[in-house]
């Protein structure tokens, strides 16, 4: 059983920064390519930044680029996503997500998800 739990969301000024967290517990994490989305009230769930199962490659959708930076450690079975220079269209419920499903990072096609974590940014 795979499971994902997110934190580090919160409240914050924009301008400021937070750094989410996700472990994933189950075996089998260094084989699973990772994502992050988020989903804003109204709006329907997209991407936002993605990294490969070595690491070694990041994704990032245009509107994070320069801002936002995906890792992971595969020794803890941890994902993280550094969010910096937050703006308030950044506000969201932001979701990790384990082993995606095809070759398209870009995609929604992961198998396991987490719970989400809100991150509110106020202007």
């Known amino acids: 059983q795979v499971q994902l739990v997110e934190s580090g969301g919160g409240l914050v000024q924009a301008g400021g920064s937070l750094r989410l967290s996700c472990v994933v517990s189950?075996?089998?994490?260094?084989?699973?390519?990772m994502g992050w989305f988020r989903q804003a009230p109204g709006k329907e769930r997209e991407f936002v930044a993605a990294i490969s199962r070595s690491g070694a490659s990041t994704y990032y959708t245009d509107s994070v680029k320069g801002r936002f930076t995906i890792s992971r450690d595969n020794a803890k079975s941890m994902v993280y996503l550094q969010m910096n220079s937050l703006k308030p269209e950044d506000t969201a419920v932001y979701y990790c997500?384990?082993?995606?499903?095809?070759?398209?990072?870009?995609?929604?096609?992961?198998?396991?998800w987490g719970q989400g974590t809100q991150v509110t940014v106020s202007s």
């Open positions: 997500a384990a082993d995606l499903i095809g070759y398209n990072y870009y995609t929604n096609e992961y198998r396991y």
């Open positions: 189950g075996r089998g994490f260094s084989n699973y390519a």
